[in-house]
């Protein structure tokens, strides 16, 4: 009876990584919301459902040097040509850039990224059920991430009790012990199939609704568009794709740190 506080150990990996995964997918149920019909994606909201904050920076940066209202060099600095922003995000990104009218790009993206403008069109996306309400996505993924290890550690523990010594002596009509382990095992198995199932494959940012407005956007005429949904990668630009992979000195460092 060695085995005993093996199997004891699974069903405890077993209860607490599959209790965490149902309360993760109610708490996610309650925040699903269905969006107002007939809602169209700005280029902004589309920008942050795609890729967040950081992404919102980007097609305001793009769009201004498409405008001439920004100068970007492929060198990874950017110069105010119209110091007025036509919105609040443009403003944000001008506020980034600060009064001397020229930065690099890094500090600019983080300081409109953190701006109160885009924190504010996070909250409108989540009020309308397009935007995943912070930490609920990656709460799911890391509950079906216990889970699988939970399932993992059920296996290993089995195994280790059926090569215990002992186990060739088992007495007739006692149950085998790895059946007592396939319990474990089997509630493990059907939480991760349901979760398959019935859990909306959420992204960080976009909701199951945001990702289907998302895929009804047409991202290869309009160039911001396809900034918005794919990153600046997707511009036809090469000095603009230059400029924003460009990293001077400092920040290399900071970034391997």
Avoid: K
């Amino acid at each position: 009876m060695f085995w005993v506080p093996l199997l004891l150990i699974a069903w405890a990996a077993t209860g607490l990584s599959c209790g965490h995964l149902c309360l993760a997918t109610s708490r996610a149920a309650a925040q699903e919301r269905s969006p107002a019909p007939g809602h169209e994606l700005t280029l902004y909201e589309a920008a942050f459902l795609s890729g967040g904050p950081s992404r919102v920076a980007d097609v305001t940066l793009v769009a201004m040097a498409g405008a001439r209202r920004l100068l970007i060099a492929h060198t990874g600095w950017a110069t105010v040509v119209d110091p007025v922003g036509r919105d609040d995000m443009e403003r944000s990104v001008l506020g980034a850039i600060g009064p001397a009218g020229q930065s690099r790009i890094a500090p600019i993206r983080r300081g409109a990224a953190a701006a109160d403008p885009v924190r504010a069109l996070a909250d409108r996306l989540v009020a309308a059920g397009l935007a995943v309400p912070e930490g609920l996505g990656t709460g799911v993924a890391a509950a079906v991430r216990q889970v699988r290890a939970a399932t993992v550690a059920v296996l290993a523990l089995g195994v280790v009790a059926l090569l215990l010594p002992g186990q060739e002596r088992q007495a007739e009509g006692e149950v085998p012990v790895a059946v007592w382990f396939s319990l474990p095992l089997l509630l493990c198995v059907a939480c991760l199939l349901i979760a398959r199932v019935e859990v909306h494959p959420y992204t960080r940012w976009a909701s199951p609704a945001g990702q289907r407005l998302l895929g009804a956007l047409s991202a290869h005429g309009d160039q911001l568009t396809a900034v918005a949904v794919r990153g600046v990668r997707a511009t036809r630009d090469p000095g603009l794709r230059a400029a924003f992979s460009h990293r001077g000195p400092g920040e290399s460092a900071q970034r391997r740190h």
